[in-house]
């Protein structure tokens, strides 16, 4: 990172510090500016000379990056059982409960590449996003204004790539035809020239039909001279990705771009789905950010066998399910590499403040639990072809439920003011349709025109934990194997 200070404070608060970071909560890492006063965070500001977020950061980054952060609900000490210990204690407890055994972490967006590294030294690594072995995007977020045809499969970047709609909106103002098919209208829809809604198992024989050389979609890539297919990366953690890998080799052999937009992970690691399938092989179970959440209660009773430690910058259902509990250090506080997401790499956040006594960077209190004495390198999942043929047979389902949420994510409903964005846990239909669930029986429903039929959406963001409303954790309704798209048959 080659940014400076700027040359006047941008915060009018006292601060007798400044230091520049980049948010790594998506993949448009913008950079920002940390003012801060004994050890506390003041304000926090987009870096005005950053070619991506230009002075600005999106809801979600100021979330994290300052709010959570100074947060009256945060998570400081160690806890057994609940009850505090001593630093000591905690690592007696981990050497006897850690070395030796068999250990199984998953990681969810709070942690970074160095708890990656090190968590793959001694255990077997899951996260909570699709891992794919192919390139995640084929044109630069900073070349996207320049193309003449933009067409977004279930792709929406103001929910999790937030700067990235930036470069789509410049694109459309250049002169860009946007076309949008998508399962809920979004705010990139709303954007479209043409817009097609669709569930799952439509989308995938749209594409069929269209996504060809002589097909509607294929006559147009050519017509504009190639362009940029967006696709969301949730479709790759769906019973259809398959056919979305056969799409993106499509797209290639028409000579257009394309890039994946939303959570995605490239190196090495197994995707959530695969651990409730091994859970009997393992001594221990260790999340870094709330990866409890996606057990289901049976699930939940085998770990209750095992050791379990979470680390969380709050105390939520993981610290709360966890033999041990570890506050957890956050961006400001630690130098923080990301290892997830589509759109770039490379991102690497300075540490711009001391970490409150009671909070832990994972990997260096494990490298102490371990005595690791290096990192090692990132090492890409295994560099697999794109499926070259066509997937056999559609996928046929009644309803198709997508576990998707809106503008808050988990640890934002830790927030006053972010929580409000979405303050309820609902269940969004298309209008004129029913579906019943005795799991979700106490989930607000809702009927919107802005569904496809044959779909159903429920935010996976909300756990009993949470201090303004008492939702339901994703492992308590969601499906095996883990998609964030299911077919109910
Ligand atoms: S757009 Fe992404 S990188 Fe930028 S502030 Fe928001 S979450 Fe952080």
Redo the contacts with the bound molecule.
């Keep these: 990172m080659d940014l400076r200070p700027t040359g006047h404070s941008l915060s009018t608060k006292s601060h007798s510090s400044q230091c520049i970071g ?9 950079s ?1 500016i940390v003012y801060s006063e004994n050890n506390l965070v003041k304000d926090i500001y ?1 870096h005005p000379a950053d070619s ?2 230009m002075g ?7 979330t ?2 300052q709010e959570i952060v100074n947060s009256e609900f945060r998570l400081r000490g160690y806890y057994l059982n609940k009850e505090p210990i001593s630093r000591q204690e905690l690592l007696r407890v981990l050497r006897e409960n850690l070395i030796g055994k068999k250990i199984a972490f998953i990681l969810t967006k709070q942690a970074s590449a160095e708890d990656y590294l090190v968590a793959s030294q001694i255990g077997e690594v899951f996260v909570d996003a699709p891992v794919v072995g192919f390139k995640t995007r084929t044109l630069d977020l900073k070349d996207w204004p320049r193309v003449k045809l933009i067409i977004s499969i279930d792709a929406e970047p103001t929910l999790s ?4 709609m930036r470069f789509v909106v410049d694109a459309i103002e250049a002169g860009a035809k946007l076309i949008c098919i998508s399962a809920r209208y979004e705010s990139l829809c709303a954007k479209a020239h043409e817009r097609e809604l669709l569930n799952l198992g439509e989308m995938v024989r749209f594409l069929q039909r269209h996504l060809r050389l002589d097909g509607e979609i294929g006559k147009l890539l050519r017509a504009f001279r190639g362009g940029l297919v967006l696709f969301g990366a949730h479709l790759f953690l769906t019973p259809a990705r398959a056919w979305f890998e056969y799409f993106l080799k499509k797209v290639r052999e028409m000579g257009a771009n394309y890039a994946i937009v939303g959570d995605i992970v490239r190196f090495e690691a197994r995707e959530i789905g695969e651990l409730f399938l091994n859970l009997e092989k393992f001594d221990a179970i260790v999340s870094i950010g709330n990866g409890f959440r996606y057990f289901s209660d049976e699930e939940l009773e085998l770990i209750s066998k095992k050791f379990s430690l979470s680390f969380s910058a709050v105390p939520d259902f993981s610290i709360n399910v966890s033999n041990v509990g570890v506050g957890l250090s956050l961006v400001p506080e630690r130098g923080f590499s990301a290892f997830r997401g589509g759109l770039r790499e490379g ?1 690497y956040s300075n540490r711009c403040i001391a970490s409150p006594s009671g909070c832990e960077e994972p990997w260096r209190l494990l490298s102490e639990v371990f005595e690791i004495k290096s990192l090692g390198e990132l090492k890409l999942q295994d560099a697999k072809a794109l499926n070259k043929e066509e997937p056999k047979g559609f996928l046929e389902a009644k309803r198709w439920i997508y576990y998707l949420g809106g503008l808050c994510e988990e640890l934002g409903h830790w927030g006053y003011w972010t929580h409000g964005l979405e303050p309820t846990q609902r269940l969004i239909l298309p209008k004129g349709e029913s579906f019943t669930n005795p799991k979700l029986e106490s989930i607000e429903k809702v009927h919107s025109a802005n569904i496809a039929k044959g779909a159903v959406f429920i935010s996976p963001e909300f756990d009993e934990y949470q201090p303004f409303f008492a939702g339901i954790r994703p492992g308590s309704f969601q499906g095996r194997p883990f998609y964030l798209v299911e077919a109910l048959t």
């Design positions: 980049s948010c790594p909560y998506c993949s448009c890492g913008c920002f987009g991506v977020g600005s950061l999106c809801t979600k980054g100021l994290y990056l790539d937030v700067m990235a991102i």
